[in-house]
């Protein structure tokens, strides 16, 4: 196990986390599993033994050759996670589970790229830092709702499995880890809104965080007018920042702005 600082990786060690975090998946007998980042496999060596099939997708060539040797019956796939298109993993019809020590400075980009493919992926049991997982976690209101927390709750619903010390891991990384479940539960239809377009308005809506929500939107190109109408028939105040609105209220206010 070799520390490499430049693609994020600290081995887990602890069996006990490593049997938590694959019961946390329910039963994978009859499942496809996809595991992001093995690393030395320790939760490879459970997994392998309990899915159906077993997919491991890892950046570094030459753990990817030691997984092969140890794992003859798995399928490794040597590349970036994020370049590869999802749909390209599954057989026909069925969903992936995710597993995965998400490498620390590409945990967002990360957890969008599973949530865009909510359509064939239906949990995601994920390790991330504490405080990355607490920004996940956020509730509206909280100082650390923002744009990730909205478009975690869009897509799914959060839980946490459990949190870990540095000590869990070889080498030790200078902060604490949390795992959390996410199942897919998209809200577009029940919220009454497209996906790109709506995503489009909470990133205009989230732009500055210590601005207004309609500092913002009028950043963005929507008129003062419309802005006002929009949150008073939403009734939210026009001090409102993106923060401190729910998504039920946060599409009251697309849908608004979107008609007039």
């Avoid at 602890?14 to 980042?37: C, M, R, Y």
């Avoid at 060596?45 to 060539?61: H, K, M, P, S």
């Avoid at 744009?147 to 080498?171: G, H, K, M, N, Q």
């Avoid at 809200?187 to 500055?208: I, N």
């Amino acid at each position: 196990m070799r520390q490499k600082p430049k693609l994020g990786q600290n081995f887990l060690v602890d069996p006990a986390a490593s049997a938590a975090i694959v019961d946390a998946l329910g039963d994978i007998s009859a499942k496809t599993v996809v595991e992001i980042g093995p690393g030395a496999g320790a939760i490879t060596e459970i997994l392998a033994a309990q899915a159906r099939r077993l997919i491991a997708i890892e950046l570094d060539r030459d753990l990817a050759s030691q997984l092969r040797a140890q794992f003859p019956s798995i399928e490794i796939v040597e590349a970036d996670v994020l370049s590869i298109d999802l749909t390209t993993l599954r057989q026909g019809e069925e969903k992936l589970l995710v597993v995965g020590n998400l490498p620390y400075y590409i945990t967002s980009p990360i957890l969008l790229h599973l949530f865009s493919a909510c359509d064939i992926v239906s949990m995601a049991v994920v390790m991330m830092q504490r405080e990355v997982a607490e920004r996940v976690l956020a509730e509206p209101g909280s100082s650390d709702y923002g744009l990730l927390s909205a478009t975690a709750r869009l897509y799914s619903r959060i839980e946490r499995v459990l949190d870990l010390p540095p000590t869990a891991f070889v080498p030790p990384p200078q902060v604490r880890s949390t795992v959390l479940r996410l199942t897919m539960q998209p809200r577009f239809t029940e919220l009454g809104v497209e996906p790109r377009p709506f995503l489009a308005f909470l990133r205009q809506s989230f732009a500055q965080k210590r601005k207004t929500l309609a500092k913002n939107l009028r950043s963005a190109g929507f008129a003062s007018a419309r802005i006002s109408s929009a949150l008073s028939e939403s009734r939210m105040p026009g001090t409102a920042r993106a923060e401190e609105v729910d998504l039920q209220h946060m599409a009251a206010i697309y849908k608004s702005l979107a008609a007039n």
